[in-house]
């Protein structure tokens, strides 16, 4: 039996009664409903493994088996063999997650009211601007500045949750969600704590503060698909709403706020389960919803595909098959007031034939949700999670899996004219024109580009250039790099791969997946290894590092640790540097549960 195996069965008798059989008879229900796939998965799969899934909550796995991607899985287990399961896997009873209340820390801020919170420095929701740039114009750091960069407080996320979200920071506060479904206010200069807030699943959006009606609302969503608008100084509910009834589908990316309304992506993992025999593949359709900011009233709801998935064949044992589906909305959209457009990225299709609107970028009225227009990236790219042969769910040819995590990025040039540019999975970056219906205007390949490859979740843009990381985990030590890109011409300006480590095998690769910011003078890209970086965004040299992934001592007394820099990048806003370290969710990484908070100096 492997090692990891006994320790797991320990937890199982701990809380199994008869604890000898039950503990056996629960390592053998996830061999055979789990392990098959997490004990060793297949590289590029998007599986998380054993290790991985041990850092979870106890909850978040029960809510997979119950609602979400494992739920096929889990058919014909009691209730209690599945809260086993999620034990056995995360090592700690259902419930600890309690301990992740505000009222449960020792560094509770003193009462303090609010006042206006989108007053002083600030960076809200995932871009810092409408046109999802994630450039900084007025960070209250000089590029000359950044070299001293030092820690000034860390924050642990209890029981081991996951650092997923990307934190928000205005009005003196740092708002920022975790996997165990907590929401954080927190103090932006101590890391003391005002308040949480439980939603219903993992947050791993980042959070946009803005007015509902007389009070200043947080807004964000969930992997239920669930869209939440809390008080800001309080956190107490104002409303909450349900994006889509789709069991597969939640919202990853973040909502934008712009003039009253609030423009939630949907995506799903319908993806993970489509493969399965059992599962009815597939019916789930990316959408874009919008909401009155103020009441949460739904004003409209558009979706990627717009042809409802309907019957179309069965499979070898019977289960009744659909399509079309997929085109999900893993990124936050961008909204163009000049155009009254609001454009988002959609992700591959589920079935075959792929949809036309997969792997694009589509533009919508902002005022009625209607299609305006759509370029397509990638056509064909109809992909699952974990196809093999003999899986007739599957498509009969699978696509690359080159859908978009980044969310398009619209600038405007020295001489007047709008661009939308954007980074792909296939590891190509481009440029496209808003006047003329997405026309391209360039396109430039910076990375090998895979399903685990090419540019992942984030690229920015300042007045001159654009800026692209590259994971390209599959090239091993080769993995990684940060280009720059002539914002009107595609044309290169500079590309730096990461330092060579001190390192062997594995630990030598440095995927750059996490979402990259831009303020004057500098670029931050962190890798996989857990190495946040700035560079000069003049030539693209190293100017400043520092290694997350180590353990910390915390203002709230958490026992915390750095790990993968992945998904969200990092947040600048006041003369300090915000950075989530732990994102862990594709299987490789290390999994890690602080945020840190850097400033110029001394601690």
């Not at 599945?82 to 820390?105: C, D, H, N, Y």
């Not at 740039?133 to 924050?155: D, M, N």
Request: aromatic share 10%; net charge neutral; glycine share 12%.
């Amino acid at each position: 039996m492997p090692k990891t195996c006994f320790a797991f069965l320990a937890v199982l008798f701990a809380y199994a009664a008869p604890a000898s059989a039950q503990a056996i008879q629960m390592l053998g229900l996830f061999e055979q409903r789990c392990g098959s796939c997490h004990t060793k998965p297949e590289p590029g799969s998007r599986v998380p493994d054993r290790d991985s899934l041990r850092q979870r909550t106890p909850e978040a796995v029960l809510e997979a088996l119950n609602n979400g991607t494992m739920k096929i899985n889990a058919e014909g287990l009691t209730d209690r063999q599945k809260q086993l399961i999620a034990e056995f896997i995360t090592e700690r009873p259902v419930g600890a997650a309690v301990s992740g209340q505000a009222s449960a820390m020792p560094n509770r801020c003193a009462a303090k009211p609010l006042g206006d919170a989108l007053a002083g420095p600030s960076w809200n929701g995932w871009g810092v601007d409408a046109g999802n740039s994630r450039y900084q114009p007025t960070p209250g750091i000089t590029a000359e500045q950044v070299p001293q960069l030092t820690l000034k407080w860390a924050f642990g996320f209890p029981n081991g949750a996951s650092a997923y979200g990307q934190p928000t920071v205005t009005g003196g506060r740092v708002y920022v969600g975790s996997d165990n479904g907590f929401v954080y206010s927190l103090d932006a200069a101590t890391g003391c704590v005002y308040w949480s807030f439980q939603s219903s699943g993992g947050v791993r959006t980042a959070i946009s503060v803005g007015k509902a009606g007389s009070k200043f609302a947080a807004y964000f969503g969930d992997v239920k698909a669930n869209v939440y608008a809390v008080d800001a100084e309080s956190g107490a509910l104002l409303w909450k709403k349900s994006a889509d009834p789709h069991p597969m589908a939640r919202v990853t990316g973040a909502p934008t706020l712009y003039s009253g309304r609030l423009y939630v992506p949907v995506a799903s993992f319908e993806e993970g389960s489509g493969p399965i025999p059992k599962y009815e593949c597939c019916t789930f359709r990316g959408s874009l919803v919008a909401y009155d900011a103020t009441s949460g009233e739904q004003l409209w709801k558009s979706f990627t595909i717009p042809e409802r998935p309907k019957p179309t064949k069965k499979n070898s044992i019977g289960t009744q098959l659909y399509g079309p589906a997929g085109a999900a909305l893993w990124s936050a959209p961008t909204v163009d007031p000049k155009r009254n457009a609001i454009y988002v990225a959609t992700g591959d299709a589920y079935t075959a034939p792929a949809a036309e609107t997969s792997d694009a970028v589509m533009a919508f009225d902002l005022r009625s949700g209607i299609p305006l227009w759509t370029h397509q990236f990638t056509p064909n790219d109809a992909f699952l999670v974990g196809c093999a042969p003999g899986r007739d769910n599957c498509p009969d040819v699978v696509g690359p899996d080159f859908d978009f995590g980044n969310s398009p990025i619209l600038r405007t040039l020295p001489n007047g004219k709008s661009v939308i540019v954007i980074g792909q999975k296939s590891g190509a970056a481009w440029a496209i024109d808003p006047d003329k219906d997405g026309a391209l205007i360039w396109e430039h390949k910076v990375g090998a580009g895979s399903a685990l490859g090419g540019i992942e979740w984030g690229s920015a843009a300042d007045d001159r250039h654009g800026y692209f990381a590259t994971a390209d985990q599959q090239l091993g030590a080769k993995a990684g790099g940060l280009a720059a890109l002539n914002l009107a011409t595609g044309e290169p300006v500079w590309k730096t791969p990461p330092p060579a480590g001190n390192c062997t095998g594995a630990a030598c690769a440095q995927p750059q997946s996490a979402a990259i910011t831009v303020i004057p003078g500098v670029v931050f890209s962190g890798a996989t290894n857990g190495m946040m970086r700035a560079y000069a965004s003049g030539d693209g040299k190293v100017i400043w590092e520092y290694n997350t992934a180590q353990p910390y001592t915390t203002v709230n007394g958490v026992a915390a640790k750095g790990g993968s820099l992945n998904g969200p990048g990092p947040v600048v806003a006041g003369g300090m540097l915000f950075m989530n370290s732990g994102y862990a969710y594709l299987g490789f990484g290390a999994p890690g549960n602080v945020l840190l908070a850097f400033g110029v100096g001394a601690k």
